[in-house]
């Protein structure tokens, strides 16, 4: 399965929102896409969901306009919001049983899948409590296990572990991978730590652009010789800390600034590997030039 976009933009009244983004995706793709807070990745997560239509441009699915089609695109697609809308009276099951309804599962299908689901989800136990008194990372749980009634072939999460604590952010991180192992799934987040060990390729989107569109591997080789280490003494903090290009770690002989640059900040600077937060940081920096 292909997703293909076509010069996709996104304008409201006079401000541009997205802007010409061409890309292709494929399933078996585990897609994070990433940006800073009003990047565009919501606006185009909408348009990949069908709630919204572009303005110019158009997404392709196997060759198949989702815009002029909408259902071809809703018919194979599982969407998680960043707000999941949930029943808290329900419990799991019973809250699993209506959205199968919604989504029109085959009655002989319906309880199958949802057993399956649970147990995949690891909610079995729980499937016969009510939604209210689950815990942040369980309504996920119960959320992309809606998501997946149907089986649908792509998934699309919006900030998926939003207000989640680390054990169920690992937990959500896990299940994704798997999934991603013969679904198209697609993941936006501000977060780079919710995708680093799980994501196949990357977007970087920034004022409603693609700044990179690859592999992981391949962003870190590009940041070779843009992130520098020295260490300072306390009274002697460099200027501007805030600006987002530079990190403070402490270490046994002192602390140390990771600083991201084209040029070596300091004399007592070291060249070192960027990690891949460091990487995106860089690209939106315009610190990498690509």
């Known amino acids: 399965m292909k997703l293909t976009f076509n010069n996709l933009s996104m304008t409201y009244g006079k401000n541009q929102i997205l802007n010409g983004l061409t890309t292709e995706c494929h399933s078996g793709e585990l897609i994070g896409l990433l940006g800073p807070n009003g990047a565009g990745k919501t606006t185009l997560i909408k348009l990949l969901a069908t709630l919204a239509s572009p303005t110019g441009g158009d997404v392709l699915l196997d060759g198949t306009s989702i815009v002029a089609h909408p259902n071809v695109m809703r018919k194979q697609l599982g969407y998680l919001p960043q707000q999941v809308p949930y029943l808290p009276n329900l419990t799991a099951r019973e ?34 409590k009510r939604i209210k008194d689950f ?28 207000g989640l604590d680390p054990e169920e952010r690992v937990s959500l991180r896990n299940i994704f991978a798997e999934l991603a192992n013969d679904h198209l799934v697609i993941i936006a987040t501000h977060i780079v730590s919710d995708i680093e060990a799980i994501a196949t390729n990357l977007l970087l989107i920034q004022a409603g652009q693609f700044r990179y569109d690859g592999t992981p591997a391949d962003l870190l080789k590009r940041s070779t010789g843009t992130v520098w280490e020295y260490r300072v003494d306390d009274n002697h903090l460099p200027a501007n800390l805030n600006k987002g290009a530079r990190s403070l770690i402490q270490r046994a002989d002192g602390i140390h600034v990771r600083e991201i ?8 600077a070291k060249p070192v590997a960027a990690d891949l937060e460091e990487a995106c940081l860089g690209v939106f920096k315009g610190v990498i030039q690509l």
């Open 261 to 268: 640059a084209a040029h070596t900040p300091s004399q007592l």
């Open 95 to 128: 809250y699993l049983t209506y959205i199968a309804a919604i989504k029109h599962v085959p009655k002989t299908q319906t309880k199958p899948q949802i057993e399956n689901l649970l147990s995949q989800m690891h909610l079995q136990a729980t499937g016969n």
């Open 135 to 162: 815990s942040g990372g369980m309504r996920q749980r119960v959320g992309i296990a809606a998501t997946l009634l149907n089986d649908p072939q792509i998934i699309i999460a919006d900030e998926p572990t939003a």
